[in-house]
């Protein structure tokens, strides 16, 4: 673990950590004046390779076909250029947002190029692509980190969620990947295995760290499952609370555990790009409904610090309850 964070930290240059410190003082001056300051660029970036899925999950509007905005393939020009204007200030790059990004053919490259530009790069996948010729590409690519999917240790399990996966290419993903770690003396990527907490799975967890511990990965995590119409999918909720996301009311009705504050720092540090330019303020805006701009046809300098954006970041202040992304945020 502590190998992932001296890897990230060495992301940092002069121009980079400036950056980050005036990101800091900017989200900090404006929660004290509640008024968007805003005098940085955004730290991290998540880029989505593609919108398409190869798996069809109950409760990804990906793989229910619920995305009401276009799917496609980020164009691989777009990508460079992109990259080639944030390089300067940008530390972490997340290379996925809906879709399997190793479905996109210029995945590879796309790491590659971010990794000549010295940017910390992650993804997470579901590993359905990912065989013993893609893992080695993918180790040779200087990936830093990979998050895979494993919701199960039996098929039966693992393909009520994962409807449409193969566990067993899961765990052949993962062999490969650290196969060649070793044969290439690779301290990356790093490698995450997530386990998706719900009531069809929640009997496997201690199974799940023996199997990790067994394939010897880097790290496992337990994700609380974002339900959409939660109370009418109650069945999909783990019964240990600790894993989820909702709690219950007097009058049984499910509502999100965490509370909404009226500040949020990923307005001020981070940003999405789908797949075709349009730049959103945050992950849980799934289908594009606050887009401030398109990177196609404006810088992302321009947009970020446009009238439009700081409008938002000060409707946070205001009012963050009544932005429906909002609504549906556990963090």
Request: contains cysteine.
């Amino acid at each position: 673990m502590w190998l992932d964070t001296i890897n990230l930290i060495s992301k940092f240059n002069i121009y980079r950590t400036v950056n980050y410190k005036l990101n800091l003082v900017s989200y900090l001056l404006s929660v004290l004046f509640k008024k968007s300051i805003n005098i940085s660029y955004p730290i991290s970036l998540s880029i989505e390779p593609t919108s398409f899925c190869n798996l069809r999950c109950p409760h990804c509007p990906t793989g229910t076909k619920a995305l009401s905005r276009p799917q496609g393939y980020m164009d691989y020009e777009d990508f460079k250029k992109l990259i080639d204007e944030t390089a300067s200030y940008l530390i972490y790059l997340m290379l996925y947002f809906q879709g399997e990004p190793f479905l996109h053919k210029h995945m590879i490259e796309m790491i590659r190029y971010a990794h000549r530009k010295n940017i910390y790069i992650m993804t997470s996948t579901n590993a359905q692509n990912i065989d013993e010729l893609m893992a080695k590409s993918i180790v040779e690519s200087r990936l830093d980190k990979i998050i895979i999917s494993l919701d199960g240790v039996t098929e039966e399990v693992y393909s009520s969620y994962r409807i449409g996966g193969d566990m067993n290419k899961v765990i052949s993903a993962i062999k490969y990947l650290s196969k060649f770690k070793k044969q290439l003396k690779s301290k990356t990527p790093f490698i995450e295995v997530q386990f998706l907490v719900l009531r069809q799975n929640e009997h496997q967890m201690e199974e799940i760290k023996k199997l990790s511990a067994e394939l010897n990965v880097d790290k496992l995590s337990f994700k609380k499952a974002q339900i959409y119409n939660v109370n009418d999918n109650v069945q999909f909720l783990p019964q240990n609370e600790k894993y989820s996301r909702y709690a219950r009311n007097n009058d049984g009705e499910y509502f999100l555990k965490k509370k909404t504050y009226n500040h949020c720092y990923k307005m001020w540090s981070s940003a999405v790009i789908t797949w075709d330019g349009q730049l959103l303020p945050c992950c849980y805006d799934k289908d594009a409904t606050l887009n401030f701009g398109n990177v196609r046809v404006d810088k992302l300098s321009n947009i970020w610090k446009s009238k439009a954006y700081n409008t938002f970041r000060n409707d946070i202040f205001n009012d963050r309850k009544s932005i429906d992304m909002c609504k549906f945020c556990g963090e």
